[in-house]
């Protein structure tokens, strides 16, 4: 049974730092891409940040405009896990986020991120920036 589970949300003001963490099991982790989505209330989901598979100590990554420069993504393949650093958080930030593995995803540089591409889910950790 593969389990996706989220953790480091919270109430932060702007400006201010987190970082979320996923966990995995259940999977041949180091086969997948993983990444971050979010979903906002009244707002499509969207992704936010991805990491391909490693493959000889490489990996693409993939980051939204809006987040670019102030969020960066990594993984563990040891550990199973995939954390989001985000730094120089805004309100417009504020959001569910959601861990989310990818058999699909090939190794090669990441353009856009869709939802229909990941196949195992997280339930989410929640986002708030306050202004």
């Known amino acids: 049974q593969v389990q996706v589970v989220e953790s480091g949300g919270g109430l932060v003001q702007a400006g201010g730092s987190l970082r979320l963490s996923c966990t995995v099991s259940g999977l041949s982790f180091g086969d997948y891409a993983m990444g971050w989505f979010r979903q906002a209330p009244g707002k499509e989901r969207e992704g936010v940040a991805c990491?391909?598979?490693?493959?000889?100590?490489?990996?693409?990554?993939y980051y939204r405009h809006s987040v670019n420069g102030r969020f960066t993504i990594s993984r563990d393949d040891a550990k199973k896990t995939i954390a989001l650093e985000m730094n120089s958080l805004k309100p417009e930030d504020t959001a569910m986020y959601y861990c989310?593995?990818?058999?699909?995803?090939?190794?090669?540089?990441?353009?856009?991120?869709?939802?229909?591409?990941?196949?195992?889910w997280g339930q989410g950790t929640q986002v708030t920036v306050s202004s």
């Open positions: 990491i391909s598979r490693r493959i000889t100590d490489s990996a693409y990554v």
């Open positions: 989310a593995a990818s058999a699909t995803l090939p190794w090669k540089p990441i353009m856009y991120m869709k939802s229909t591409d990941f196949n195992y």
